[in-house]
């Protein structure tokens, strides 16, 4: 993406355009291609902790140039009022490929400035680089805030305690969390305690907050001369990444020279990362046409597909490491675990052939298994996994059966991971806590005495995890164990149909209790229809999936209930499956699936390097997964070519 001046002419098509990097772990840094900040979600640097407490540790970097002609500021804030301040003039091109790159004007000279993050650590890299005109003085001032990417500004919080500076370092200790701060730099400190006010965020309805500068870092640039700054939570960030062989053999001696040496290893890593991606969903594509027999010439993997490439960047994006483990988080800068969410995500993984990934997910969730239960949150102090919901391990079962299958790898299923998801099933069936249990009728039940509940949801998963458990005691050699598990989800089955079909309705009961069936319609109910195999005949799944269309679907999500203002995107991958599922995968089926994600499609918008937004809001964790699936094994590779995608 480049932007010029036709579009900084209008400073408000400059702050709606975002950018998002991401550094592996959870952390990242967000802003305006016009440099403002809009929302306190954006911050130059947001780093975690071990278990995934998210800090904003660097607001921002305020620049401003001294030349024969004066003072020029050249950063831009919004403060009270929306004011912007100052104008926008000295801002001549931004661009993002692969990261934020911006042309400052002013006094005659030209600065160009880029920034990047340092994989696999919480660091930020910024270099100001003079490319013309006469010599000028830069001075960069550090903006620090004592708060979360989402939480409210505090204005009466001390950001920072003590700032030591020694030549070329300097280090901040932050009074608010406790997360310490370096600064490296190739200029001068200038310490001083200069405080920003009235900072604005028009995005988050005009919250106002002070940030504190702790001091300034000049240098005089002339004739391709630069200033680089690296900030980091890491004290010794350069003698780690020396260690792990990310700075050359033997190691620069300079800054600059360091900052160069990753600039390029990022660089091609970016490059690699997308190239894997595309390949391996290139392959799952043409594995799906060949599995459906379709008749369609499959597309060059050289031609451009705008659903491929930011879903799955944003999917490798939510892969990070939390403590010992890999796992799924939703949301930047946020970085939200939600194991459930993780789970219901790998089938997206798995599309991208993303095999070794997806085990280390599932390892990490089925190490914290407790009386049948996968963990459904961890605190954020201590990593402690808390249980009670039976729906994330129910959702690993399924996961891990689909991850047995395509990657035709039993072992990981050997190694530990088969009696770790029969002791879930053996629990769920005799009862866990929170009377969790399967009930006399065959059906999983929820609660105790008159609270007792069975969700429909949670059954139609119930039914595929026992399908599931099937297929994983074959490909471990435990045929009999299988077979069991078959005669199980065949009773589940008779069941289901019999005690959840509301034939009036068309459509299946929410709940069944001792008050009786509960007549409603949920996305939820998809999951009947969606998962293979069908848990309802064909001629009732076909009525489901036409009463969902008809009273909850929007080409922008499906509705939480009937006429609910609130829309989910995180079911249209169920949805669509399903309709394809149930009407066959004809050329005008295929028409209609195409042209409800063009429609999406054209509703999204980017947040360049980063997620996809509809309606304003991001494309959760789960949608972003689901939509690739979805486009790589059932609808690329359709009979009737999508046009206009």
Known sequence: MRLGQDVFADPAAGLAEEWLLTNGLGGSSCGTALGAHTRRAHGLLHALSFHGRVSTVLLKLDERLHADGGVVELATNIHAGNALRPPTRCLEQFDLDPWPTWVLAASGSRLEKTLFLISGHHAVAV?????????????????????????????????????????????????ADGVPLTLWHSG?????????????????????????????????????????????????????????????APPPRTLADCVAALDRAERERVTSSRRSRLESADLTVREAAAAHESPRPLPSRDEPDLWTEPLSRALEQALVRRGHRLTLVDRYPDAVERPVDALRALPGLVALRAFEAAHAVLRGFAESIDDGLAPQEFDLDDGTPSHGDPEPALWMVHAADLLGRRSDDSKFLKDGMYARLESVMQYLRAGTRGGVRVDSDGL???????????????????????????????????????????????????????????????????????????????????????????????????RLVEVVERSLFTPRGMRERRGSARLLPEWLGAFWTATLRVHGRGAPVQARVGAGLAELRGALTGVPGGALRVAGEPLSLVATAELLRLWIEEVEHAEVPIGVL
């Open 188 to 248: 001068a400190f200038l310490p001083a305690r200069v405080w920003v006010r009235d900072l604005e965020y028009p995005a988050d309805g005009g919250e106002r907050e002070d940030a504190l500068v702790p001091g300034h870092i000049e240098a005089t640039l002339a004739g391709g001369t630069a200033l680089h700054v690296v900030a980091s939570t890491e004290e010794a960030l350069f003698r780690t990444l020396a260690s792990e062989g990310r700075l050359g």
């Open 127 to 175: 270099c100001y680089r003079h490319v013309g005109g006469p010599p000028i003085r830069l001075s960069v001032s550090p903006l620090l805030v004592a708060r979360g990417p989402g939480k409210r500004p505090h204005a009466a919080r001390e950001p920072i305690g003590s700032v030591k500076g020694q030549p070329g370092r300097v280090r901040i200790e932050r009074a």
């Open 444 to 542: 999983l039940v929820v609660g105790e005495g008159d609270s007792a509940t069975k969700l429909v949801a949670l059954n139609a998963l119930w039914y595929h995890a026992l399908v599931a458990m099937a297929h994983i005691a074959r490909a471990v050699g435990r045929r009999e164990s299988g077979a069991f598990y078959l005669a199980w989800a065949r009773e589940h089955h008779k069941c289901f149909n019999e005690s959840f079909w509301d034939e009036p309705h068309g459509c299946l009961f929410e709940r069944l209790s001792a008050a009786g069936p509960e007549v409603g319609l949920s996305p939820g109910q998809l999951l009947a229809v969606s998962l293979p195999p069908a848990l309802l005949p064909t001629e009732r799944g076909a």
